[in-house]
């Protein structure tokens, strides 16, 4: 995934969190913005679609709230992304 998309998703998050984007790094605990299950619906949503992927909620959720990070997501999306291919 080229650094266009990382910027996507940082973009998309902002969004859903209604956020500057300039407040978000790779490591950005994203809790702390008020991440919640519903947000993250919304988001994982948006990357199925944007990046033709399937992600199973159970193990997106478990994987997201573990370590919830624009980085995080953007490995999560690179991992399925070679799985699915």
Avoid: C, N, Y
Avoid at 6 to 13: E, G, N, S, Y
Avoid at 29 to 51: C, M, N, T, Y
């Amino acid at each position: 995934m080229a650094e266009q998309d990382l910027a996507a998703i940082r973009t998309h998050v902002a969004h859903v969190l209604a956020i500057d984007v300039g407040r978000l790094q790779d490591d950005t605990d994203l809790l702390q913005f008020g991440l919640d299950s519903l947000a993250l619906v919304e988001i994982f949503a948006w990357l199925e679609a944007r990046f033709r992927i399937a992600i199973a909620m159970g193990e997106g959720l478990a994987t997201l709230f573990e370590a919830p990070t624009v980085g995080q997501l953007h490995a999560f999306v690179r991992s399925s992304m070679r799985r699915h291919s």
